[in-house]
């Protein structure tokens, strides 16, 4: 009975710790089906993995190997999982970030927000720490600023960010929920932005 009330305790306390509340999990498409044309002539629709998609797309980027494309689309898979966020719209933010490029540094620039402080968005996602520090030290794995340079750790505070973002009401702005995410994400409407998040976002699955 001892054994059983701590246990109660326990679970109860670790809820009560849990400063961020994720949305419900979602069920996101893990496959989508593709027409592959065999011999020229015959089409055949094929189940195609999420993973196996992103793996192909990055193929264009010519400083990514073989083994670290495959890295890259299961980190965002599985990041995406753990945040209950469609991995497809986590892969459109890094790809319009940083374009796969794990060394990617953002100009650095004065925000009126924040009294003209420097600021410089940072790796795959383009994370900010100044805005986001907080609540990634909070609720993911990050413990410092210089943490966003790992790129598995950039790719986590991105799919968290994005999971937060997904929880604030519709920008005025807004098209769709992509829209506002990805507004809120830039830090004002920005048309060139928010077009392409959503062109690669939906040209994933092409």
């Known amino acids: 009975m001892k054994i059983l009330v701590t246990f109660i305790v326990t679970l109860i306390c670790s809820y009560m710790i849990i400063p961020h509340t994720l949305p419900k999990p979602q069920v996101f498409n893990i496959t989508v089906e593709k027409v592959i044309v065999v011999d020229n002539t015959t089409p055949q629709v094929k189940q195609v993995s999420i993973t196996d998609l992103m793996i192909s797309d990055m193929i264009k980027y010519k400083y990514l190997n073989d083994e670290f494309r495959y890295e890259l689309a299961n980190l965002i ?7 209950n966020i469609d991995p497809k719209l986590l892969y ?8 796969f490029n794990v060394k990617a540094i953002h100009k650095p620039t004065r925000v009126k927000a924040l009294n ?8 795959l996602g383009g994370v900010v720490w100044e805005f986001w520090g907080d609540e990634l030290l909070a609720n993911t794995t990050l413990t410092k600023k210089s943490d966003l340079k790992d790129y598995r750790k950039n790719i986590e505070a991105t799919a968290y960010i994005i999971s937060a973002l997904a929880q604030k009401e519709k920008h005025k702005k807004a098209k769709n929920d992509i829209d506002t995410i990805a507004i809120w994400y830039f830090g004002k ?5 928010v077009s392409k998040i959503n062109y690669h976002y939906a040209n994933l699955d092409l």
Request: without cysteine.
């Open 77 to 83: 898979v599985e990041n995406a999982n753990k945040f």
């Open 92 to 99: 459109a933010f890094i790809k319009t970030e940083s374009a």
């Open 116 to 123: 003209y402080k420097k600021i410089q968005a940072i790796g």
């Open 189 to 193: 409407y920005n048309y060139d932005y």
